[in-house]
T-cell receptor
Framework: KAGVTQTPRYLIKTRGQQVTLSCSPI?????VSWYQQTPGQGLQFLFE???????NKGNFPGRFSGRQFSNSRSEMNVSTLELGDSALYLC????????????????FGPGTRLTVL | AQSVTQLDSQVPVFEEAPVELRCNYS??????LFWYVQYPNQGLQLLLK??????LVKGINGFEAEFNKSQTSFHLRKPSVHISDTAEYFC??????????????FGKGTKLSVKP
């Protein structure tokens, strides 16, 4: 099976702009989670989508949003970009066959590196 | 508060030497534990995971980890490292607050640098 793919791999934006990142999960996986990775804060959970519904959300402002389509592909949007939004954004997919998925393995994509100038 | 702590931010080691990367978790997180590796300019790859059963878990690339409940630790070990093991390693556990259902809380990472 093909792995998790993310597009684009690199993005440069300026403050105040908005950006949309895309993630295609492993075929058959219905859950997509997004994480932000920065040198200062490390890896932090943003949100998870499952069956086109946001199921969980981390502690991020409302400028960060997302959605999931019927084919499980997901997009993440950041509006009114700030310098601190510069980060590697990783998406991860899992099957989520069980309601509670603590034992599921999350499979990560290569990430999108966003630079805000 | 839930936390996963990696005690060393950087570990330099010579090729063919043994290495141990330390991870401690707070008692309030799930006891399902994971180690991921991140090579430069790449995403995260699962090395191994502990779900239950034997406390010694073997993973890919010759790595293993031991779950120690009394010490709330899950240290990663390799008896002989290679240059190609140079990467950043992350310990993680499922986040339990807010009904997270499996989304992960990560340690800050340990950069392993293998020198010839």
């Amino acid at each position: 099976k093909a792995g998790v793919t993310q597009t684009p791999r690199y993005l440069i934006k300026t403050r105040g702009q908005q950006v949309t990142l895309s993630c295609s999960p492993i075929s058959g996986h219905r859950s997509v989670s997004w994480y932000q990775q920065t040198p200062g804060q490390g890896l932090q959970f943003l949100f998870e989508y499952f069956s086109e519904t946001q199921r969980n959300k981390g502690n991020f402002p409302g400028r960060f949003s997302g959605r999931q389509f019927s084919n499980s592909r997901s997009e993440m949007n950041v509006s009114t970009l700030e310098l601190g939004d510069s980060a590697l954004y990783l998406c991860a997919s899992r099957d989520r066959g069980r309601l509670a998925g603590e034992t599921d393995t999350q499979y990560f994509g290569p990430g999108t590196r966003l630079t805000v100038l | 508060a839930q936390s996963v702590t990696q005690l060393d931010s950087q570990v330099p080691v010579f090729e063919e030497a043994p290495v141990e990367l330390r991870c401690n978790y707070s008692s309030s997180v799930s006891v399902y534990l994971f180690w991921y590796v991140q090579y430069p300019n790449q995403g995260l790859q699962l090395l191994l995971k502990y779900l239950s059963g034997s406390t010694l878990v073997k993973g890919i690339n010759g790595f293993e980890a031991e779950f120690n409940k009394s010490q709330t630790s899950f240290h990663l070990r390799k008896p002989s490292v290679h240059i190609s093991d140079t990467a950043e390693y992350f310990c993680a556990a499922p986040w339990l607050e807010g009904g997270s259902q499996g989304n992960l809380i990560f340690g800050k990472g340990t950069k392993l640098s293998v020198k010839p």
